[in-house]
């Protein structure tokens, strides 16, 4: 998985999804942890849009099939009003890849299955909280190869040129599910200047996370469902 897990503070997380079951579950399993800590529940993507303004949660667990206002319609308004201190690592099953991609592409963080195990649970909270990203390279193929040629992009437009080499490179190897790290021993350079490439290309292409930076490497053709881009 791409990204760190949070080092320091108590994470404070909203949980929104129409099943109380699995609801009430995730809630459970989170609040079992000193460093994550529940402010709010939502039934609907109306609730967890005024319940996500009213306690400004680091996280927002966020199911993409909701009544009254859906996932993703959510974490645009919950990404907007936070001014990017709010994150949305978006629930999910395999059957609803599209809308994973329209996910990603509004802002949201991440994903996780709605079968995942604790741990995986507790891997996703605390790395999408730190302000990372969460995407193996498995599945981030899989839902953003097959759509992004499909469908209208919600990212600005842009071009390769726009980059340089090295930008491009590096962009190519986060699409793959390199961390910093990395990158820096594949390209033999430091964890710095990493960084700094990362910083450079989420200027030029108005990116405001990692996840949409794997959006704009297929879109760019830099990177493709199955292999490589040439």
């Known amino acids: 998985m791409i990204g760190m897990e949070k080092e320091t503070g108590v994470i404070r997380a909203l949980v929104a999804d129409d099943q109380a079951v699995v609801r009430t579950g995730f809630v459970n399993l989170l609040n079992t942890q000193e460093d994550i800590?529940?402010?709010?529940?939502?039934?609907?993507?109306?609730?967890?849009?005024?319940?996500?303004?009213?306690?400004?949660p680091d996280l927002?667990?966020?199911?993409?099939r909701m009544p009254h206002k859906n996932g993703i319609e959510a974490a645009r308004e919950i990404l907007a009003g936070s001014e990017s201190t709010t994150k949305v690592l978006i629930l999910t099953t395999f059957g609803l890849d599209e809308?994973?991609?329209?996910a990603l592409a509004a802002g949201a963080s991440g994903f996780l299955l709605k079968d995942a195990?604790?741990?995986?649970?507790?891997?996703?909270v605390r790395v999408v909280a730190a302000g990372n990203a969460l995407l193996s390279p498995e599945i981030t193929k899989r839902v953003i190869g097959e759509f992004v040629h499909a469908r209208t992009s919600r990212l600005p437009v842009h071009s390769v040129g726009e980059l340089t080499a090295r930008e491009a490179e590096v962009l190519t190897l986060i699409a793959r599910g390199?961390?910093?790290?990395?990158?820096?021993?594949?390209?033999?350079?430091?964890?710095?200047?990493?960084k700094t490439?990362?910083?450079?290309?989420?200027?030029?292409?108005?990116?405001?996370?990692?996840?949409?930076?794997?959006?704009?490497?297929?879109?760019?053709?830099?990177?493709?469902?199955?292999?490589?881009?040439?």
């Open 178 to 194: 390199l961390s910093n790290a990395e990158i820096a021993s594949r390209l033999t350079i430091t964890d710095h200047t990493v």
């Open 60 to 64: 927002v667990l966020l199911d993409i």
């Open 37 to 56: 800590e529940v402010v709010g529940e939502a039934g609907d993507g109306v609730q967890a849009v005024r319940i996500a303004a009213e306690t400004r």
């Open 117 to 124: 195990t604790f741990p995986e649970l507790l891997h996703a």
């Open 99 to 102: 809308y994973v991609y329209d």
């Open 197 to 230: 490439h990362i910083n450079r290309l989420f200027t030029k292409l108005e990116l405001r996370d990692r996840a949409q930076a794997v959006i704009a490497a297929y879109e760019l053709g830099l990177a493709r469902v199955g292999g490589r881009a040439g």
